[in-house]
C-alpha cells in the first residue's frame, strides 16, 4: 500500500484557512496605509521633523528595492528546483556574478574609445543621460549574455550528467559557490 503525498500549495493552504487570509489581507492594508502616509507626509513637508520623513522614505524604499531583489534570487532558485529537480546552492553566486560582470560593462562602456552612445548623440545632443541610459543596457545584455554562457556550460557540461543525484548536486554547487 503506497502513500501518497499531497504537495504544499499557497492558495490552497489560503483556502483551506479562512483565518490566514483574512490576516495577510489586514497585513497588506496596514503594510500601504503606512506607505502611503509617509510617502503623503514627504509630498507635504520634505523636512518636517528634523529630516525624519526623508530619512524613514529612503529606508522604505531601500527595504523594498532589497525585498525584490531578494524575491528575484528565491523565484529563479525555486524555478530551477522545480522544473529540473535540481538543488543549486551556485544561485547567489552566479546572482552576485552576474552583478559584477554588468558593472564592469557599465564602466568599461563608459570609458571605452567607440563611443556606444552615438545614436543616441545623433538624436538627443552630446548629454550625459544618454550615455548613462545606453551603457546600462549594454551591460545589461552583454551581463546577461555571459552568465548565459557560463551558467549553460557549467549546466551542460557538469550539473545534466548529476540529475538524479541530489547530493553530488549539493556538493558541486557549493563547489561552485566557493569557486566563483
Keep these: 500500500m503506497t502513500m501518497q ?17 483574512k490576516l495577510l489581507r489586514i497585513t497588506a492594508v496596514i503594510a500601504l496605509i503606512i506607505i502611503g502616509g509617509l510617502l503623503v507626509l514627504a509630498a507635504i513637508d520634505v523636512y ?9 522614505s529612503k529606508s522604505l524604499v531601500n527595504g523594498l528595492a532589497l525585498s525584490m531583489l531578494l524575491f528575484l534570487m528565491v523565484s529563479g532558485f525555486f524555478l530551477i528546483f522545480g522544473l529540473c529537480d535540481v ?11 552576474g552583478g559584477f560582470m554588468g558593472f564592469v560593462i557599465y564602466i568599461g562602456t563608459e570609458a571605452v574609445f ?5 545614436p543616441f548623440y545623433l538624436i538627443f545632443g552630446a548629454n ?8 546600462f543596457i549594454v551591460s545589461a ?19 545534466r550528467r548529476l540529475y538524479g543525484n541530489p547530493i553530488a548536486q549539493i556538493l558541486l554547487t557549493v563547489g561552485f559557490m566557493f569557486i566563483i
Design 48 to 56: 518636517t521633523w528634523n529630516g525624519f520623513v526623508v530619512r524613514a
Design 141 to 159: 545584455l552583454g551581463a546577461t549574455a555571459v552568465l548565459a554562457l557560463i551558467g549553460g556550460g557549467i549546466e551542460f557540461f557538469t550539473i
Design 5 to 21: 503525498t499531497k504537495r504544499f500549495s499557497p492558495r490552497d493552504y489560503l483556502e483551506e484557512n479562512p483565518q490566514v487570509r
Design 128 to 135: 550625459q543621460f544618454a550615455l548613462s541610459v545606453t551603457a
Design 87 to 97: 538543488i543549486n546552492f551556485a544561485h547567489g553566486a552566479f546572482f552576485m556574478l
Design 114 to 118: 567607440l563611443d556606444p552612445a552615438l
